[in-house]
């Protein structure tokens, strides 16, 4: 799709909010989010930088918006992982992911998985979530008793999206009927392991 | 789309292979592989049921071909679990993952995860590839020396689809960029423990 690039401010208009997002999302998907600036994406869109503060506050608002994601997961994520031992987290992860899962949001949260799974750009964003947000609440709350979190991260995510997509997507059964006391239980430990096996020899620059 | 159902027969012409195609995922998807048979497709589609085995063979090849898998998993599944223990089957499922995800099929590979993962229809005809042919191959060849097949596989299932999207579409690291030896000895003992853990309590009809 040809488009013309704007310069100059332009005030609140109706496409203005979907005119940053469009920006948010071509630039996090090609650049990533740590390296694109609000100031580039208000360039990108044709919008005064604070527009873009005005309709969405921070970047992190703005990207979960880009994304579409109804909530932010990282705080859940810590907040899971914060009380209690290193030992069940896992269990306690499980418990969390139903209550989320099964939850409001549920229609919404599928659709977001959906579309990051089929479309390349939103996979890549989908990653900058993951990577930028969910591995720094793991590591901001395990990160003095757990090491290696990027790696063990990887891991975890492995077995998390697979059970999004055995129990929401593909519904197999039982695992698309156990509750969340069932899923602590065969699930958990799973994520405990990974959070707990040694590692060291499986990084990048070993 | 409204379509007119065509009678009788048809010749061999350019649409015949699509046509069929076109009603097998339909009458899959409505209805179920098992219950659908290749009488109903031909009559579905306006075809002879001799033309269905012209070009596709049998039920299990067409249903390949509507869900365009490049290869039937099935027997690839089989042919792991047959031969070794139980004990370290995870370990050879993760080498058989590798070397066929690696492989020269990767990209259809991916194209159809992909597809069935975003349109709930596929998502239905991916399960019944699941539940049809690889828990029966997983039956077939553990089914004499593991209990609740079916459940453990669903778990398994949990971990091997997670694995695919943290791997192969989210691209997380270092999970993207394991070898086989790697991912046998981290995700291999996941596989063993659904192919061992008690599961008899998970059961629908317990």
């Known amino acids: 799709m040809a488009r013309t690039k704007r310069t100059g401010r332009r005030s609140g208009n109706p496409d203005t909010r979907s005119e940053i997002l469009g920006a948010a999302r071509r630039l996090f998907a090609d650049e990533g989010f740590e390296s694109v600036s609000m100031r580039r994406i208000a360039g990108e869109a044709g919008v005064d930088p604070s527009l ?3 309709y969405f506050g921070s970047k992190d608002e703005l990207f979960m918006a880009a994304i579409e994601i109804p ?4 705080p859940e994520v810590a907040a ?3 009380t209690g031992d290193v030992a069940d987290a896992g269990e306690r992860l499980m418990h969390a992911f139903v209550a989320i899962w099964d ?3 549920h229609e919404k949260l599928l659709a977001v998985v959906r579309t990051s799974l089929s479309k390349p750009a939103m996979s890549y964003v989908l990653r ?3 990577e930028h947000r969910i591995v720094k609440a793991i590591e901001d709350t395990l990160g003095d008793r757990v ?3 990027p790696v063990r991260a990887s891991f975890i995510a492995s077995q998390v999206f697979g059970l999004v997509v055995a129990r929401y997507i593909l519904k197999l059964e039982p695992v698309a009927s156990l509750n969340a006391g069932q899923l602590a239980e065969t699930i ?3 994520i405990d392991r990974y959070l707990t096996m040694p590692v060291e020899h499986l ?3 070993s």
């Open 203 to 205: 990084t990048r620059d």
């Open 80 to 82: 899971v992982l914060k």
């Open 71 to 74: 909530f932010d997961p990282a």
């Open 103 to 105: 939850g409001p949001h």
């Open 188 to 190: 958990g430990p799973t």
């Open 128 to 130: 900058q979530l993951f």
């Open 52 to 54: 873009i503060h005005h």
């Open 147 to 149: 090491d290696h979190i």
